[in-house]
Nanobody, 118 residues
């Protein structure tokens, strides 16, 4: 079975940074694109960033996070990362790791909460 376990969330002040991790198992991680999606309170699911399979040479970023967030992957460790810099209050959300390029499928983790507040 596909398992995705996120970690690294927390409470941070505006302008701060966090690094999210997602440990993947149950499938051949190297062969799949991976994504981060988020859901803010009272809002729908938003695709944040995606990375292509293998070397991850292709990436996608939502306009709202471009230049502030960086997605990466370590295939040897079956782990996906998201570096969040220059955080804003509007980045507050539950962040989910998802299998696939769009992140819209059913294979998502349980999420890690990111709260940006002073």
């Amino acid at each position: 079975d596909v398992q995705l376990v996120e970690s690294g969330g927390g409470l941070v002040q505006p302008g701060g940074s966090l690094r999210l991790s997602c440990a993947a198992s149950g499938f051949t991680f190297n062969n799949y694109a991976m994504s981060w999606v988020r859901q803010a309170p009272g809002k729908g699911l938003e695709r944040v960033s995606s990375i292509s399979p293998g070397g991850g040479f292709s990436t996608y970023y939502a306009d709202s996070v471009k230049g502030r967030f960086t997605i990466s992957r370590d295939n040897a460790k079956n782990t996906l990362y998201l570096q969040l810099n220059s955080l804003k209050t509007e980045d507050t959300a539950m962040y989910y790791c998802a299998k696939g390029w769009t992140g819209a499928g059913d294979d998502r983790g349980q999420g890690t909460q990111v709260t940006v507040s002073s």
